[in-house]
């Protein structure tokens, strides 16, 4: 069974610059999650989405925003990119639902803005 | 809003020996689950146990335990029988038991800073 795969890797961006960020969920899992890992800042939630939609949402600017598609494949943007914003992003994917629900995590996309 | 908090940065253990990482949460929910988590340097991170909240029973998970004190408000993991394997960061996370408000889920999870787990032949 695949896990979680995360695409690019690695990319390197500007500042002001936009990024899209991809990642396929294990098949069968419903929900995915994103998570921003910086040294500073520790892991810290971005958003969720479940059947194409936004479930919860973290503290993060507009500049940062998703989208699930049918498949349940999602895509993160940040528009606008800002040096803070260079991170390792995770992504997780899950069943969905409302029980404790193991989240399967993807080696992550690691973004440098310069 | 609810904190996790990890007061070692970092642990070093002897290999076969135990070692047990600290975590403590801050909280106003009575209904939650806790996680600990393994990085693995340039690796997925993975799951490496869970507790209920509502369980008064600490989880075990073959070399990995934890010491749940819901009133203390703190959830430590002992590593037994300490491997190579083991050396990676480890996170403690908490996650809310309720469903969100307007149809929002409870799948978030709020992440300690971590503590870097060495392994010393």
């Known amino acids: 069974k695949a896990g979680v795969t995360q695409t690019p890797r690695y990319l390197i961006k500007t500042r002001g610059q936009q990024v899209t960020l991809s990642c396929s969920p294990i098949?069968?899992?419903?929900?995915v999650s994103w998570y921003q890992q910086t040294p500073g800042q520790g892991l810290q939630f971005l958003f969720e989405?479940?059947?194409?939609?936004?479930?919860n949402k973290g503290n993060f600017p507009g500049r940062f925003s998703g989208r699930q598609f049918s498949n349940s494949r999602s895509e993160m943007n940040v528009s606008t990119l800002e040096l803070g914003d260079s991170a390792l992003y995770l992504c997780?994917?899950?069943?969905?639902?409302?029980?404790?629900?193991?989240?399967?995590f993807g080696e992550g996309s690691r973004l440098t803005v310069l | 809003a609810q904190t996790v908090t990890q007061s070692q940065p970092e642990m070093s253990v002897q290999e076969a020996e135990t070692v047990t990482l600290s975590c403590t949460y801050d909280?106003?929910?009575?209904?939650?689950?806790l996680f600990w988590y393994k990085q693995p340097p340039s690796r997925q991170m993975i799951l490496v146990i869970r507790?209920?909240?509502?369980?008064?029973q600490n989880a075990t998970e073959n070399r990995f335990s934890v010491n749940f004190q819901k009133a203390a408000k703190s959830f430590s993991l002992k590593i037994s029988d300490s491997q190579l394997g083991d050396a990676a960061m480890y996170f403690c996370?908490?996650?809310?038991?309720?469903?969100?408000?307007?149809?929002?889920?409870?799948?978030?999870?709020?992440f300690g800073k971590g503590t870097l787990l060495t392994v010393n032949p």
């Open positions: 997780a994917s899950s069943r969905g639902g409302a029980d404790t629900g193991e989240l399967f």
């Open positions: 098949s069968g899992h419903r929900s």
């Open positions: 989405y479940f059947s194409e939609t936004q479930r």
């Open positions: 909280t106003s929910e009575s209904d939650y689950y």
């Open positions: 507790q209920e909240a509502y369980k008064q």
């Open positions: 996370a908490y996650r809310s038991a309720k469903w969100g408000d307007s149809g929002g889920s409870n799948y978030k999870l709020t």
